[in-house]
């Protein structure tokens, strides 16, 4: 649960980043990167809202562990970034207590 915290506190970071980024292009004032970032996050938004619509149909502790594994065999990320980030973190973070004993 605490990696689902952190995870959807990072989304909300990067979501408001991506609308002040829009913000400022409305007004030209926006970069080419800051651009980039901001249609990133906004593709991350899109799956995130993907995942939740089939968060609400039966059997969906089921189905979403399934579609997630089918998608990366397939080579397609279904899950923003920030939760794939968490993953790698929560993962190097094991390890090293692993190691550490």
Known sequence: MLTL????????????????????????????????????????????????VVAVLPFAPITIPVMIKVSRMVGVEILPSSFAEQKKITNSSEKANTSKR
């Open 5 to 52: 915290k952190l995870a959807l506190a990072q989304e909300k970071q990067e979501t408001r980043e991506m609308l002040t980024i829009y913000g400022k292009y409305t007004r030209k004032q926006a970069s080419k990167e800051e651009m980039h970032l901001a249609n990133q996050q906004f593709l991350d938004l899109i799956k995130g809202l993907g995942i939740g």
